[in-house]
């Protein structure tokens, strides 16, 4: 994977974060890591990879939280809109840590807010400044539910980031994943490719949407949060997922 990502030009984050786009639609896309050699070929010419001291694969670590029931995860499990998650995030090569809360809307976009974290670590219990953070950002019907979280799954992947400053697109590969549950149950996900673009507009006609058509790689829902979930705690309801569960035992 290293070798194929020396043939991209660089670029910085500063020129990512032009394009930060937290208010974005997301588009998802997973696919058998051998055919990413197919896929960086295409994306040589039109877009640049991020790299940070020499470094172009990176390492993130999230905990997530959900209340004992799995709030947030049923809001997702049953296709409700306009619905939350809360994680952690810590960048591990720049060692910058964020607490952050994703909403997906009625209208299928994603907004995301944050804040830095000082002390740049992951805690087991919400500090108190996130949680005035989420009683404030998550919607009033749902506020007493920040009151209930703990933490529900961590997630740890490798990511790769491409941009396309002129398009205003940015797309992710996760690879590498790897879940631990409540109960400490855990999972690795070998070969599967969690790829994202992230575009101010809806993206059908965006050129890489279109090329992997061609590869017969079709836009599929995912919440890596969800999948987590439904994989190390088997008694959580998960018939809504069943289809991208099976397709995850051909990744191993």
């Not at 933490?151 to 490798?158: D, E, G, K, S, Y």
């Not at 809504?240 to 990744?251: I, P, S, T, V």
Request: charged share 30%; with cysteine.
């Amino acid at each position: 994977m290293e070798n194929n990502l020396a043939g991209f030009s660089g670029t910085t984050l500063h020129n990512i974060e032009t394009i930060k786009l937290m208010k974005r639609f997301d588009t998802k896309f997973i696919f058998h890591s051998n055919k990413l050699p197919a896929v960086f070929d295409y994306l040589r010419p039109h877009y640049q990879v991020l790299e940070i001291n020499g470094k172009r694969f990176f390492r993130y670590e999230n905990l997530y939280y959900d209340t004992d029931d799995y709030f947030f995860y049923h809001q997702h499990h049953n296709q409700r809109l306009n619905r939350y998650k809360l994680r952690y995030r810590k960048y591990l090569e720049s060692d910058d840590c964020y607490f952050e809360i994703k909403f997906k809307n009625n209208k299928m976009k994603t907004i995301k807010s944050r804040i830095r974290l000082e002390d740049k670590n992951i805690h087991d219990e919400l500090l108190h400044e996130s949680r005035d953070f989420a009683r404030k950002s998550v919607a009033v019907d749902h506020g007493n539910i920040v009151d209930k979280v703990q933490p529900a799954l961590w997630i740890r992947f490798n990511r790769i980031t491409f941009a396309n400053i002129i398009k205003k697109e940015r797309l992710t590969f996760d690879v590498h994943l790897a879940y631990t549950g409540r109960n400490s149950h855990s999972c690795k996900i070998n070969h599967l490719i969690i790829a994202e673009l992230k575009s101010e507009t809806a993206s059908p006609n965006s050129p890489f949407f279109q090329y992997l058509k061609d590869l017969r790689i079709f836009p599929s829902p995912f919440s890596k949060y969800c999948m987590g979930v439904a994989l190390t705690d088997n008694k959580v309801k998960s018939n809504r997922f069943k289809k991208n569960l099976l397709k995850l035992h051909q990744f191993n």
